[in-house]
């Protein structure tokens, strides 16, 4: 059923833990939207660099917020999704901010209320490079690598409950896990032509990659077996038609 963007209401989930600087450019771009309907969401991981203070100090308009221990950043999402009400939430996590303060207004205009999945493109820190996806994606597309910002995506909330959020026992893949099911049970998914948000770029050590690695082939084997499949011979196909 389609929902008149005047009424539709957008949810924001920002994870923090000790990034006190990056928690106060993430507050600042939500607090500057031009778009009122916003519900705000912090979780903290019981941060004792300041985070708290910063997040009491503007408790007057955030819809929700604690701070204590958590089991790690899934943990702490999936805190944060239980308590979205609104109709699509997006998880932009300390560090990050949103483009401009038109951004959810923009979202709301484009977004396809029946969408389970609604991403834009994202641009890294201090330059001009974008992460720009491609339209119409298909599961057995990721089974290499994540295709889809999760900084610049906006989940239909209902769903992402539905399926139960991130699986906590996966420590970096989950939100590349919730996308790819999202695809492989064919939910209808859109591509909105903005960019979302402004993203910190960091590298990744070697020994994370290897981390991913293991956990993507662990979750396709456990979850996603069919698309497993379709993506090593998507992979080779490939390949083929290099050494064609």
């Not at 928690?23 to 600042?28: F, G, P, Q, R």
């Not at 029946?114 to 599961?139: H, V």
């Not at 994540?146 to 992402?160: A, D, M």
Request: proline share 1%.
């Amino acid at each position: 059923m389609d929902l008149n963007p005047n009424k539709m209401r957008i949810g924001i989930v920002t994870i923090n833990f000790n990034n006190l600087q990056g928690l106060i450019k993430t507050i600042k771009s939500v607090k500057n939207q031009t778009c009122t309907n916003i519900q705000f969401i912090i979780i903290d991981g019981g941060s004792t660099d300041g985070s708290k203070e910063i997040i009491q100090e503007n408790s007057d308009w955030i819809s929700y917020w604690i701070s204590e221990k958590d089991n790690g950043v899934y943990h702490a999402m999936n805190k944060g999704l239980k308590e979205v009400t609104a109709d699509y939430c997006l998880f932009l996590n300390s560090g990050d901010y949103l483009l401009n303060q038109q951004t959810i207004e923009n979202v709301k205009t484009q977004i396809d209320s029946n969408a389970a999945m609604s991403y834009g493109l994202i641009q890294w820190e201090d330059t001009n490079l974008l992460w720009n996806p491609k339209k119409d994606l298909k599961a057995f597309e990721m089974t290499k690598k994540s295709l889809i910002p999760h900084q610049g995506t906006f989940f239909n909330t209902n769903i992402l409950k539905k399926l139960n959020g991130y699986k906590e026992n996966y420590k970096v893949i989950s939100d590349w896990g919730i996308m790819l099911e999202l695809l492989e049970k064919e939910y209808k998914t859109q591509k909105l032509n903005l960019i979302i948000s402004i993203c910190e770029k960091q590298g990744i050590s070697a020994s994370l990659e290897d981390q991913i690695k293991k956990e993507r082939r662990s979750y396709l084997f456990k979850y996603a077996k069919k698309t497993m499949i379709y993506g090593y011979l998507y992979a080779l196909k490939k390949i083929f038609k290099l050494h064609k």
